[in-house]
């Protein structure tokens, strides 16, 4: 028998089960329980990714145990407090919890298809699990939403690492977001699942956890999977991603910066000028703005046809447009990639002719976005 401090137990239950599954009453919405020797490992899968927990135990198990957990089974893990005992006997799970006792039949199995099986990983850099998740936050809302199997490799996250730089790139065709970040890194391009990278995000890790990110190759040397491993306090948590194949447009080449002209703006006024209109306007379907910028001030206008109106005016660094010049653009395609834009006191603004795309620069990031015609 194996006892377990209640909060352990729902921390590791809450990390997978929150999976995304094609549907609850798929195979696949089963969870995966391993103990072997004092290793307890908890895995869910949905094809197209997968996560798995494990964590140490105070005394190893006599036995090894293999079985599913139904998801309904898994919400009882989640309820319980204090203390939970957990013991197998003639292929049945015993779960004990202050007053309550429930005997239950997982299903047994001999085999489990993980993703990564047999196989050794190539690690292609490692850094700080909170610097890790800023990162990734920092392009993911750029991410497109459509899943159409037309532009498959537009839906995930693709990380190119080169010459000690990791760049991370998502876009959605209305914009573009490349976020680089300096690190010792080895060789190493793919697109990463979505969902993995919005699971990666979920998780809250204690300050010093560590992220390595590894990749597995088949026989042609080709990137088959991509592998996060965060190595926190009490637990390892491991998210496989299958690697979407394609291939990204050249992003370093969508940069307008040559020969355009400039605007640099206080990030920090930017901001909340900007969250203060999106609080009027965020109900409304893909609302757009204004930016008039007029010498050394910017005008941040919203209005919809039903008379509502927002304004606000900060001050700009430095411009060098010689006639004031009017820039529209969709609110949510600015907004979420300023709510996640940080370590600057300023950022650029780019444009050639208000009706191509424009540019903003940050310390280590190129966002580009499409005006509205």
């Known amino acids: 028998m194996s006892e377990f401090n209640a909060d352990i137990i729902a921390k590791i239950f809450n990390t997978v089960s929150i999976v995304p599954k094609k549907s609850n009453s798929d195979f696949l919405s089963n969870l995966y329980l391993w103990i072997q020797n004092d290793k307890l490992s908890l895995t869910a899968t949905n094809e197209a990714f997968q996560e798995t927990i494990e964590y140490t135990l105070a005394q190893p198990l006599e ?26 006997k003639d292929r049945l799970m015993i779960v004990k919890n202050n007053t309550f006792t429930a005997t239950l039949k997982p299903t047994s199995v001999e085999e489990y298809d993980f993703f990564i099986k047999n196989k050794q990983p190539d690690t292609i850099f490692a850094l700080p699990f909170k610097d890790a998740k800023q990162f990734l936050n920092t392009v993911f809302a750029s991410l497109k939403e459509d ?8 839906t995930g996250v693709l990380i190119e690492c080169k010459d000690n730089q990791i760049n991370a790139v998502a876009t959605n065709r209305m914009m573009l977001d490349n976020k680089v970040f300096n690190q010792e890194t080895k060789d190493f391009y793919g ?9 990666l995000l979920k998780i809250n890790a204690e300050q010093d956890a560590v992220l390595t990110f590894n ?3 088949n026989d042609n040397n080709e990137p ?11 637990f390892t948590i491991k998210i496989a991603s299958k690697i979407i194949q394609g291939r990204f447009p050249d992003y370093k080449q969508i940069s307008i910066r040559k020969e355009a002209t400039k605007a640099t703006i206080p990030l920090q006024e930017f901001k909340v000028a900007v969250d203060r209109i999106y609080q009027v306007a965020k109900t409304e379907t893909n609302p757009h703005i204004t930016l008039t910028i007029n010498q050394n001030l910017m005008e941040i206008l919203y209005a919809n ?5 927002s304004i606000d005016t900060i001050p700009l660094i430095y411009c060098d447009a010689k006639d004031e010049v009017k820039l529209q653009c969709l609110l949510l395609s600015l907004y979420p990639f300023l709510i996640n834009t940080y370590n600057s006191d300023n950022i650029d603004l780019y444009w050639k002719d208000v009706v191509k795309p424009y540019e903003i620069v940050n310390e280590n990031e190129m966002f580009v976005f499409v005006p509205v015609r």
């Open 63 to 88: 036995k090894e145990i293999k079985c599913y957990i139904k998801p309904d089974v898994a919400k009882l893990f989640k309820s319980f407090k204090d203390q939970v005992e957990i013991d197998f």
């Open 147 to 154: 899943g159409s199997m037309a532009t498959r490799e537009f």
């Open 191 to 199: 697109i990463i699942e979505a969902n993995a990278v919005r699971q």
């Open 215 to 217: 990749t597995y190759y």
């Open 224 to 234: 088959l999977y991509a592998e996060f491993i965060i190595n926190d306090t009490d």
């Open 305 to 309: 046809d039903e008379g509502e109106e």
